[in-house]
C-alpha cells in the first residue's frame, strides 16, 4: 500500500537499472538539472510545438462530453427550482461527516469532542425547510470552501499543519453558486457550484437572480487570465474590487466600449482593461461594478490555444509556488494546479484527483492489479506532453521524455529516491516541481510506476 494524503504524495529518486539511475544532477534533486527547470528546454525537444491538440469547438465538445458522463461535475442551470429537506441534508452529510480520526489545533492539543459536537449542531440539520428554493449568487472574491462551517485549522498529527483537514477547496471571483442552507448562526453558506458542495462565509457570495448569475461572463467578449498571480488594480474607492486575486483560467466579462473620458474608480483606464466584476451592496445583494487589470498583466481576450508549447508553458509558470491543500495559502494543491492550467485553454476537469483520475469524460488508460511493473512501463514509455498521470492521491503531469525516462511538473508535498547507496532519502519539495517519473518511490520504497491507475489524456485521436 501507498500512503497518501489527497495531493500529499513524496517521489523517489533511482534504483538500479532504470534510466534515472543515470541522470545528473545540478540542483539536489535526482535527475534535476537546471535547464530542466526552464519551459524552453522541453518545448524545444517537441516536434510541431505550436500543433493544435483541440480546438475551440473540439474542447466545448469535451466539456459538454464531462458534465453529461460525470457525476462529479453539475449543470447548475439543470439544478431545480426546489430541494426536498432529505436532499439539501444528505449533500451537507456528504461533506461535513463526523471526524474519523483524531485531530489536532495549531498548537498540538487535541480538538475535543465537545468542539466537534458543536460544529456538528453548527450544520443546524434540524433547521433545514421541508422544501429548500436555492439562492444563487456569485463569488466576490476568492473563498476557501470548508468542510464545516468554521474557520478553525485543524490537522492529523501534532507539529504537522500544512494540511488542514477542513480545507476543501476554494472558489474565485465570479464563481456562480447556488445557496442550499445556512449555518445556525448565519455566518456560513452551504454552497453548490459546478465543480464542488461544502461551506463558504456567507460575506463572499452576493445574492441576485438566477439568470444574471447563471449568465455572468457567458457572452464575449472576455478577459482570461492566464498567469499564475494576475490582480486588480488597487483602488480606495471601490475596496470589493480593489487588488482581488485573480486565479488562471479565470474568465471576466469585459467592458470593451467602457468611455475613454470616464475614470474606473478614480483612474484613467486607458492603461488597463476595463472588466466587470461581482460586489455586494449593503443588504448583500449582487451589483455588478467595473475593475481595472493591468495591461501587463498576463491576460488574454480569449482562452489560449492548446498546443503542447503552451501546455508546458502555462504549467511552468507555477513553478516553486508553495503547495496548498484545498487551495490554502492562496495557492493550490497537485489536482487544483493541474485544473487550472487546462482551465487557461477552456477546458474543464473535476475538482479533485479521484474524480477527475475515473471520469470517462476523457480517453483514458486505466491500470489494475493484473498490469504488472513491465507492462506498465510498456506504456508509460510513450507518454506525451499534456498527459495526466495518477496514483491514490496525487496527479502529475507529462512534460517531456529524454534518454528513456518521462519527465513531469506537479504540485506535490514531498519527493521520495534512493540514493547512490541505496538508502531511502525524502526531500519536503512542498511546491510545483520537475521531477522524473521513474525515479519516484512511494513511502513503502516502491515505484511510483506500481501505483499509477490511470492516465487521462485530452487529446482528440483515442489511444485504442
Not at 473540439?58 to 459538454?64: D, M, P
Not at 463558504?200 to 498571480?229: H, K, M, N, S
Request: proline share 7%.
Amino acid at each position: 500500500m501507498i500512503a497518501l494524503a489527497g495531493c500529499a504524495a513524496a517521489p523517489t529518486a533511482p534504483s538500479s537499472g532504470t534510466p534515472s539511475a543515470q541522470l545528473s544532477d545540478t540542483t539536489g534533486v535526482p535527475g534535476v538539472t537546471a535547464e530542466r527547470l526552464t519551459p524552453g528546454y522541453w518545448i524545444a525537444r517537441l516536434d510541431a510545438p505550436g500543433a493544435p491538440v483541440l480546438d475551440a469547438a473540439q474542447i466545448a465538445a469535451q466539456n459538454a462530453r464531462l458534465t453529461a458522463q460525470d457525476p462529479s461535475v453539475a449543470d447548475m442551470a439543470a439544478l431545480p427550482a426546489s430541494l426536498s429537506a432529505a436532499e439539501v441534508r444528505a449533500r451537507i452529510e456528504a461533506i461535513s461527516a463526523p471526524p474519523s480520526r483524531t485531530l489536532f489545533d495549531g498548537d498540538g492539543r487535541e480538538v475535543p469532542a465537545t468542539r466537534v459536537d458543536a460544529l456538528l449542531d453548527a450544520l443546524a440539520l434540524d433547521a433545514i425547510a421541508d422544501e429548500v428554493a436555492p439562492r444563487f449568487g456569485l463569488v466576490t472574491r476568492r473563498a476557501d470552501l470548508r468542510t464545516f462551517p468554521t474557520a478553525q485549522r485543524v490537522f492529523s498529527r501534532r507539529g504537522d499543519t500544512d494540511i488542514d483537514r477542513f480545507q476543501e477547496s476554494a472558489l474565485f471571483p465570479g464563481t456562480p453558486v447556488a445557496v442550499l442552507h445556512a449555518s445556525r448562526d448565519g455566518q456560513w453558506w452551504f454552497v453548490a457550484s459546478r465543480l464542488y458542495s461544502a461551506w463558504i462565509e456567507a460575506d463572499r457570495v452576493a445574492l441576485g437572480e438566477r439568470d444574471e448569475v447563471l449568465g455572468f461572463a457567458a457572452q464575449p467578449p472576455w478577459l482570461v487570465v492566464t498567469g499564475a498571480g494576475v490582480r486588480t488594480v488597487f483602488t480606495p474607492e471601490a475596496p470589493q474590487v480593489s487588488d482581488l486575486a485573480l486565479d488562471m483560467g479565470l474568465r471576466l466579462p469585459l467592458i470593451a466600449d467602457w468611455p475613454r473620458d470616464k475614470a474606473v474608480n478614480g483612474q484613467f483606464a486607458y492603461a488597463s482593461h476595463v472588466v466587470a466584476l461581482p460586489a455586494r451592496d449593503a443588504q448583500g445583494a449582487l451589483e455588478i461594478v467595473p475593475a481595472l487589470v493591468p495591461r501587463s498583466a498576463d491576460v488574454h481576450t480569449d482562452y489560449l490555444p492548446l498546443t503542447r508549447a503552451n501546455l508546458i508553458t502555462q504549467a511552468f509558470k507555477f513553478l516553486g509556488e508553495r503547495y496548498g491543500w484545498g487551495h490554502s495559502y492562496g495557492t493550490r494543491d497537485c489536482s487544483g494546479f493541474v485544473s487550472e492550467v487546462y482551465r487557461s485553454f477552456g477546458v474543464e476537469l473535476p475538482r479533485n484527483t479521484r474524480d477527475q483520475g475515473v471520469s470517462t469524460a476523457f480517453d483514458r488508460i486505466a491500470f489494475t492489479e493484473a498490469d504488472d511493473h513491465a507492462a506498465r512501463m510498456a506504456v508509460l514509455r510513450n507518454l506525451e506532453v499534456g498527459d495526466l498521470v495518477y496514483i491514490p492521491g496525487h496527479v502529475m503531469m507529462v512534460i517531456g521524455r529524454e534518454d528513456g525516462e518521462v519527465w513531469l511538473i506537479h504540485d506535490t508535498t514531498g519527493m521520495r529516491y534512493r540514493d547512490g547507496s541505496g538508502a531511502i532519502v525524502t526531500v519536503p519539495l512542498n511546491q510545483v516541481a520537475v521531477t522524473p517519473l521513474f525515479a519516484l518511490l512511494g513511502d513503502s520504497g516502491t515505484p511510483y510506476v506500481d501505483f499509477i491507475y490511470s492516465i487521462q489524456r485530452i487529446r482528440a485521436t483515442p489511444s485504442r
